[in-house]
């Protein structure tokens, strides 16, 4: 019998803190590289802290295939954003009207916190549209004043609510459909 002096649900707190800064750091370090002219260092810094967290991750083949449709979603979101003018990427855009590889690794970031320290998200659709309504605008209003984007006008902030509040419910769903939640990190079993 093995014996712990440690809760389950004090464990489960600490690997969520965990993950909760990695993507923290993470969406610091990606913006602010971005917003330095760095697009690819901040590229590169994003994957390596999702190689991180995927090293931790139990149930790495569930986390990958989260991860990957996010990456989609994300590319798609943020690409059809570009097209119709309403953000403008300060560096790292390789092709007119399409995401920068940062932008789409925020993303992924991002999807890595839904298994773990934003799973409540997968509860309930309207708090995840709420807080896709609310939480990536907000999110962009501080890309912005870091300088990394620009957000042309009230209609793209709309445009950025609407298209979060249908992005965080649908991957919250991914993510709480895929039967392994709370994520897991290795070593708090």
Request: aromatic share 10%; proline share 3%; with cysteine.
């Amino acid at each position: 019998m093995r014996f712990s002096f440690v809760r389950a649900d004090s464990m489960q707190t600490r690997v969520d803190l965990v993950n909760y800064v990695l993507y923290q750091a993470g969406w610091l370090a990606l913006v602010l590289l971005a917003a330095a002219h760095r697009p690819l260092m901040a590229t590169v810094v994003g994957l390596g802290l999702v190689a991180v967290h995927l090293a931790l991750v139990v149930d790495r083949r569930v986390e990958v295939r989260l991860l990957v449709i996010a990456a989609v979603i994300g590319f798609v979101v943020e690409s059809l954003q570009v097209t119709l003018g309403g953000l403008r990427f300060q560096s790292g855009t390789l092709v007119d009207g399409v995401a920068p590889p940062w932008i789409v690794v925020l993303w992924v970031q991002f999807a890595a916190t839904l298994r773990f320290c934003l799973r409540w998200l997968g509860r309930d659709w309207r708090a995840a549209a709420g807080f896709g309504a609310l939480g990536g605008p907000f999110a962009y209003w501080l890309g912005e004043r870091l300088g990394a984007v620009r957000v042309d006008g009230g209609a793209a902030w709309a445009l950025l609510a609407l298209l979060w509040a249908l992005a965080i419910p649908t991957l919250a769903r991914l993510a709480s459909g895929s039967g392994s939640i709370p994520g897991r990190y290795r070593g708090t079993e």
